[in-house]
């Protein structure tokens, strides 16, 4: 965990792996009518180690009840390579 910080809607966990390239995630949770939610999760990653690598920034949407048991199960994950471009913004390194 890197950072965590709150904003106007709740709080932004933010996380990071350095494995030699670059990738980051940020959790987006806000308090709705009393239950936690994990709104929507922005992950940051790199296209390699290339001095022309970009990096993706993949917004997914998410709307899960943090107290759902099934939470890790129902979580999307970063989009498949192969659409990133079609799918994702890209940000030059």
């Known amino acids: 965990m890197v950072d965590i910080q709150g904003d106007e809607a709740g709080f932004v966990i933010t996380t990071a792996f350095m494995d030699g390239g670059y990738y980051e995630t940020e959790y987006y949770i806000s308090?709705?009518?009393?239950?936690?939610?994990?709104?929507?999760?922005?992950?940051?990653?790199?296209?390699?180690?290339?001095?022309?690598?970009?990096?993706?920034?993949?917004?997914?949407?998410?709307?899960?009840?943090?107290?759902?048991?099934e939470l890790l199960y129902r979580?999307?994950?970063?989009?498949?390579?192969?659409?990133?471009k079609e799918v994702c913004l890209i940000e030059d390194r």
């Open 75 to 84: 979580m999307a994950k970063i989009p498949e390579e192969s659409i990133r």
């Open 31 to 69: 308090l709705v009518d009393g239950s936690w939610m994990l709104n929507d999760t922005i992950f940051r990653i790199s296209s390699g180690n290339e001095e022309d690598a970009v990096v993706y920034v993949c917004t997914v949407k998410q709307d899960i009840d943090m107290s759902d048991p």
